[in-house]
């Protein structure tokens, strides 16, 4: 774990490192990939069914945004640059 993080960033990292979920979302949408939930779900083994609630965890600490807030089908997520500290944070 990169210690250069502020507290603050250190707190988010935390937060998504205690859901298997959140982690397995990251890591999918890790190195600028623009993906829909569907897609996000499938790689990370996540029903998607849940991959709403942990898409709107990750936007609500600014992880994750979706680039196509007003499509009620198709939005694509990807993760801001702090998302990225964060992934780059994560463990294997």
Same mark, same amino acid.
């Given at each position: 774990?990169?210690?250069?993080?502020?507290?603050?960033?250190?707190?988010?990292?935390?937060?998504?490192?205690?859901?298997?979920?959140?982690?397995? /979302?990251?890591?999918?949408?890790?190195?600028?990939?623009?993906?829909?939930?569907?897609?996000?779900?499938?790689?990370?083994?996540?029903?998607?069914?849940?991959?709403?609630?942990?898409?709107?965890?990750?936007?609500?600490?600014?992880? /994750?945004?979706?680039?196509?807030?007003?499509?009620?089908?198709?939005?694509?997520?990807?993760?801001?640059?702090?998302?990225?500290?964060?992934?780059?944070?994560?463990?294997?």
């Amino acid at each position: 774990m990169n210690n250069n993080l502020d507290d603050e960033t250190l707190k988010k990292l935390a937060y998504v490192t205690v859901s298997s979920y959140r982690v397995k /979302a990251m890591k999918s949408l890790q190195d600028g990939h623009v993906k829909i939930p569907t897609n996000i779900a499938k790689e990370a083994g996540i029903r998607s069914n849940h991959i709403s609630k942990v898409l709107s965890e990750l936007k609500e600490i600014g992880a /994750a945004e979706c680039i196509n807030e007003e499509a009620h089908k198709g939005r694509l997520y990807r993760l801001t640059d702090l998302g990225e500290e964060i992934s780059q944070n994560l463990e294997e």
